[in-house]
């Protein structure tokens, strides 16, 4: 809720609170950066206007299409019956997408037109993500390997990061409905130096320009989204903060101060500051609840969690857990933890957090167990 932002203003004000940093994109698109940023005050994270390239999709592809930014071929419906009938006139299956926030869900891939008809139906009937749902972007169906590359940007200068990879659907072998993410590692084999260029030039560069002639002075996460098609990388979505689950391999690399790097990014100041990476490769596995992502089922004890962080380089994240009034560690969300390992290389990475995940049980946990598995050779092409 906005309101809220105000409550906060009065706590940093209080607590003389330098920094802040604005991780999920609700807060982003309800525009609490432009709220809480103050003289003696940095905001990490995009205004709301900045927001907009992840919180409306029919929006960033008009964005897109005026920069040329290479992407997939769509169009925009607010009425579900017209929308319907475009997709009675297409012979490929489509992407539908809700055009708004759906925490990482409202993407259905389409295998045939009854199961973009359905997910139509969905989205703007059914309304299970709401207002977000109001308009959908149908759009072509690429091929190729998925890669995420993350840059931070301070408005005038852009650092690329190292490039990930995650892992979407529920099921192994990319099966079964989108997620907020099963998994990701990090580097992404797929991506090579030449491949990074290029992502950067045809792709991050033009974006904040295109932002610039909005008016749009971004700062903070840029994160692309991309389809590595024989074409060349295409844009598959944009978010404005770090991705969940990419961020927590990306940061387990990070061998530099992250607030430091946080400050300079919000102060405009990036190109001051010294960025060092582990050469260890990062791979992180996410245990889900039974019913996850429809309907999970949380109030469930979690046992395991100290055998797994006793293991060489392996820390376990928590983010659908809770105490309850015995002390016991419980399930209380979708996407319960992450068990996040690094080793010299992707393989060694997974075996260790495959293992801490041994250690770990819950009723009904499921996770994938093809996380980083055979991760394909990298992609490089001028």
């Not at 995420?148 to 650092?159: E, H, K, P, T």
């Not at 295409?234 to 430091?260: H, T, W, Y």
Request: charged letters at 25%.
């Amino acid at each position: 809720d906005i309101r809220e932002v105000y409550r906060l203003r009065q706590f940093c004000d209080h607590h003389h609170i330098s920094l802040v940093v604005i991780g999920p994109e609700d807060p982003l698109a309800l525009g609490f950066t432009d709220a809480l940023a103050s003289d003696d005050r940095l905001v990490f994270g995009p205004t709301k206007s900045g927001a907009r390239l992840e919180a409306d999709k029919s929006w960033a592809k008009q964005l897109m299409r005026s920069a040329s930014i290479p992407t997939a071929e769509s169009r925009t419906f607010d009425d579900p019956e017209a929308a319907e009938a475009y997709l009675h006139s297409r012979k490929e299956p489509p992407v539908v997408k809700a055009a708004g926030l759906a925490r990482g869900k409202g993407v259905f891939v389409c295998e045939n037109t009854a199961e973009a008809l359905d997910a139509i139906n969905q989205i703007m009937r059914a309304k299970v993500f709401g207002d977000a749902g109001s308009r959908v972007v149908i759009e072509e169906r690429l091929t190729g390997p998925e890669a995420s590359l993350l840059a931070l940007v301070d408005g005038r200068n852009i650092l690329v990061l190292p490039p990930c990879q995650d892992h979407k659907r529920l099921l192994d072998d990319d099966r079964g409905p989108n997620t907020g993410g099963m998994g990701a590692f990090c580097p992404a084999s797929t991506i090579d130096d030449e491949m990074m260029s290029r992502i950067e030039r045809e792709i991050i560069v033009p974006t904040v320009d295109a932002l610039r002639r909005e008016g749009i002075e971004y700062r903070g996460v840029l994160y692309a989204g991309l389809m590595l098609t024989p074409a060349g990388p295409k844009v598959l979505e944009f978010n404005v903060r770090f991705g969940d689950p990419e961020c927590q391999p990306l940061m387990a690399r990070l061998e530099s101060d992250a607030i430091d790097l946080l400050e300079a990014t919000a102060a405009g100041t990036l190109d001051q500051v010294d960025v060092r990476w582990s050469s260890q490769s990062a791979v992180c596995l996410v245990l889900a609840s039974e019913g996850y992502p429809d309907k999970p089922r949380t109030g469930v004890e979690i046992e395991g969690i100290e055998q797994a962080e006793s293991l060489l380089d392996v820390h376990v994240l928590h983010a659908g857990t809770r105490r309850d009034g015995q002390g016991r560690i419980i399930t209380a969300g979708g996407r319960v933890l992450n068990i996040v390992a690094l080793g010299n290389d992707v393989a060694e990475a997974r075996d260790r957090a495959y293992l801490a995940a041994s250690k770990i049980s819950f009723p009904g946990m499921q996770f994938r167990t093809d996380i980083a598995r055979q991760a394909p050779a990298p992609i490089s092409r001028k």
